[in-house]
Nanobody, 121 residues
Framework: EVQLVESGGGLVQPGGSLRLSCVVS????????MSWVRQAPGKGLEWVSG????????DYGDSVKGRSTISRDNAKNTVYLQLNNLKPGDTAVYFC??????????????WGKGTLVTVSS
């Protein structure tokens, strides 16, 4: 059974930082691209960032580009998202997502349950 479990969310002040983690199991982690997708209150899903299976290629959505870093540790079956200079507009549930292939923008075929990030003073 594929499982993705996010952690690291919480309440942070504007300008602060957080590192989200996603531990996975049930598949060969090193063979698949991974992504982070978020959903702000009352809004639809927004793709945030993706990383290739090897970690050699990354991509970011315009809303977080320059403020975030995605990385992975294939030995630990874990993908990370470092968020810096957080803004109230970053408030959302952040989901870890498994791609269907090595390609960063492949369709997602598994989701975690999400971790809530709230940016507020």
């Amino acid at each position: 059974e594929v499982q993705l479990v996010e952690s690291g969310g919480g309440l942070v002040q504007p300008g602060g930082s957080l590192r989200l983690s996603c531990v996975v199991s049930g598949f060969t982690f090193s063979s698949y691209a991974m992504s982070w997708v978020r959903q702000a209150p009352g809004k639809g899903l927004e793709w945030v960032s993706g990383i290739s299976a090897s970690g050699g290629f990354t991509d970011y959505g315009d809303s977080v580009k320059g403020r975030s870093t995605i990385s992975r540790d294939n030995a630990k079956n874990t993908v990370y998202l470092q968020l810096n200079n957080l803004k109230p507009g970053d408030t959302a549930v952040y989901f870890c997502a498994k791609g269907g292939s090595n390609w960063i923008h492949a369709a997602v075929d598994s989701w975690g349950k999400g971790t809530l990030v709230t940016v507020s003073s």
